[in-house]
């Protein structure tokens, strides 16, 4: 597509119940990463994806956060058994190739409010 | 361990006024910078970036940012605001090992009428 598309652009979900993010990005984009933006906070590093492999999952707040990207495209990021504090948008970005000495393309984002 | 600073969570300027939304940062090696913008319910998007060629970097929306390799500065600043420009502004730097982007944590510029 034209840009890096993000589904659901909202979201909310209840205590305990999981849920599937999903980042679709920019066509030939080898790079994709995840980005948590709570309200009022900066930027959070999730995880990076090199083709289909992440070579940087540091960022993953805890074991119910997984992410896969599949065929080099599509991402999806599930947070299983949400929590309050998961509420936040949860931002994707692709590049041309690795690390960040190109321009990131950035998704609208998805919004999690968690009940 | 490199960083990101950037002076204000939130910045105030009327309309027409000088806009300047500071960023420090601290490297070992020349980095490459990069000034990103957030409009409302938007994602980011790239303004600007300095990649050790001129020191003066024009971006769009007439912004433009000078790298200060003895200030460790990499300043954004635009001659006069408009309405439009509300929105946050993120300061980034290239990681030394890995080549991910070390961000700060934004300025908000709002601009009063």
């Known amino acids: 597509g034209a840009g890096v598309s993000q589904s659901p652009s909202n979201k909310v979900t209840e205590k305990g119940k999981d849920v599937e993010l999903r980042c679709d990005p920019i066509?030939?984009?080898?790079?994709l990463y995840w980005y948590r933006q709570s309200l009022g906070q900066g930027l959070e590093f999730l995880i990076y994806?090199?083709?289909?492999?992440?070579?940087?999952k540091s960022g993953l707040p805890s074991d119910r956060f997984s992410a896969e990207r599949t065929g080099g495209s599509v991402s999806t990021l599930t947070i299983q058994r949400t929590q309050q504090e998961d509420s936040a948008v949860y931002l994707c970005?692709?590049?041309?190739?690795?690390?960040?000495?190109?321009?990131?393309?950035f998704g609208e984002g998805s919004r999690l409010t968690v009940l | 361990a490199q960083s990101v600073t950037q002076l204000g969570s939130h910045v105030s300027v009327s309309e027409g006024a000088l806009v300047l939304l500071r960023c420090n940062y601290s490297s070992s090696v020349p980095p490459y910078l990069f000034w990103y913008v957030q409009y409302p319910n938007q994602g980011l998007q790239l303004l600007l970036k300095?990649?050790?060629?001129a020191t003066l970097v024009k971006g769009i929306n007439g912004f433009e940012a000078e790298f200060k390799k003895s200030e460790t500065s990499f300043h954004l600043t635009k001659p006069s605001a408009h309405m439009s420009d509300a929105a946050e502004y993120f300061c980034a730097v290239v990681k030394d090992s890995n080549y991910q982007l070390i961000w700060g944590a934004g300025t908000k510029l709002i601009i009063k009428p």
């Open positions: 300095y990649t050790s060629a």
């Open positions: 970005a692709s590049s041309l190739g690795q690390g960040s000495t190109g321009e990131l393309f």
């Open positions: 994806f090199q083709g289909n492999s992440a070579p940087d």
């Open positions: 066509s030939g984009h080898t790079a």
